[in-house]
């Protein structure tokens, strides 16, 4: 069974830019989730998505958004980069959201320049 | 105050030590309590999980939970240099928003 694909896995960027970052969950998953990891704050909860719908957000500006497809695909943007947003965005997957069985894929290393 | 408190290490021991990493928390709406190990470059991994107060043991790992002192542990017993990690404990109500406490680095040297 696969496991959660984040891409790309590795993206540089300069500040202003928007960037979007993709990840495929577990075949069978319906619950994606969106963390970001930096090393002052560490993770950092952004978002989860429940078959299409936004069901939590952290405390993040509006300039971090995501969405889910059908097949459970999800994606995240971040608009109007910063420096502040280089980090390890990591994507987490499970099959109904209850937390406990949540899997995390590599990762996006996104370096604002 | 942060919702999860954590020690950041590094921790440096032999190989078969036993470790304690130890994790606090605020919130007593807190229901399940997980530890998650991450690897260099890796995405973090779930090592085990509990949502009740006692211990719960998988080979080395043990995991125990105070609820009324809100204090997390993790026991590893005859620590193994593939045990070096990055050690995540990890609180949430009953949802995928997990929070996070900063890390503990371990490194188990030969």
């Known amino acids: 069974k696969a496991g959660v694909t984040q891409t790309p896995r590795y993206l540089i960027k300069t500040r202003g830019q928007q960037v979007t970052l993709s990840c495929s969950p577990i075949s069978g998953h319906r619950s994606v989730s969106w963390y970001q990891q930096t090393p002052g704050q560490g993770l950092q909860f952004l978002f989860e998505y429940f078959s299409e719908t936004q069901r939590n957000k952290g405390n993040f500006p509006g300039r971090f958004s995501g969405r889910q497809f059908s097949n459970s695909r999800s994606e995240m943007n971040v608009s109007t980069l910063e420096l502040g947003d280089s980090a390890l965005y990591l994507c987490?997957?499970?099959?109904?959201?209850?937390?406990?069985?949540?899997?995390f894929g590599q990762g996006t290393r996104l370096t604002v320049v | 105050q942060k919702e999860v408190e954590q020690d950041p290490g590094p921790l440096s021991v032999p190989e078969g030590a036993i470790v304690s990493l130890n994790c606090t928390y605020s919130?007593?709406?807190?229901?399940?309590f997980m530890w998650y190990r991450q690897y260099s470059r890796k995405g973090p991994e779930l090592l085990m999980y509990t949502y009740s107060s006692g211990n719960k043991e998988d080979g080395r790992f043990t995991a125990q939970v105070d609820k009324s002192s809100k204090y997390i542990s993790l026991f590893i017993r005859d620590s193994q240099p593939s045990d070096s990690a990055t050690y995540l404990c990890?609180?949430?109500?009953?949802?995928?928003?997990?929070?996070f406490g900063t890390g503990t680095r371990l490194q188990v040297f030969p």
């Open positions: 990890v609180v949430n109500v009953d949802t995928d928003k997990l929070i």
């Open positions: 919130n007593s709406a807190f229901q399940y």
């Open positions: 987490a997957s499970s099959s109904q959201g209850e937390g406990t069985e949540a899997f």
